[in-house]
C-alpha cells in the first residue's frame, strides 16, 4: 500500500494542498508580525501589545488559517489537475 489510487494522482494531490496551504497560512502569519509590529511602533509611549501578545496572536492566526485552508485548497487543487 503506497498510498496511491488508480491513477496516482492521490499524493501529487494531497502534496500541492498541503504546499499551498501552509503557504497561504505563513503568508497572513507575516502580514500579521508586519501589522502588529506597526501598530506597536507607531504609538508613542506604552505599546499596545507585548512580544507574548503577538507571538500568541501569530499562533492563533496561523492555525486558524491551516483549518481555513486545509478545507479550502484541496478542491481548488483538484480542480485544477482535472483541467489537465
Not at 491513477?7 to 502534496?15: A, E, T, Y
Not at 503557504?23 to 508586519?34: K, Q, R, T
Not at 499596545?48 to 499562533?59: L, R
Amino acid at each position: 500500500m503506497s498510498g496511491k489510487d488508480t491513477s496516482g494522482k492521490s499524493i501529487s494531490k494531497g502534496k500541492y494542498a498541503l504546499i499551498a496551504s501552509l503557504a497561504s497560512s505563513l503568508a497572513l502569519v507575516i502580514l500579521f508580525a508586519v501589522l502588529a509590529v506597526a501598530v506597536n511602533s507607531s504609538r508613542g509611549g506604552m505599546p499596545p501589545y507585548t512580544q507574548v501578545d503577538i507571538i500568541a496572536g501569530m499562533v492563533f492566526v496561523f492555525v486558524l488559517s491551516m483549518i481555513v485552508s486545509a478545507s479550502v485548497w484541496p478542491g481548488i487543487v483538484e480542480k485544477k489537475m482535472k483541467n489537465r
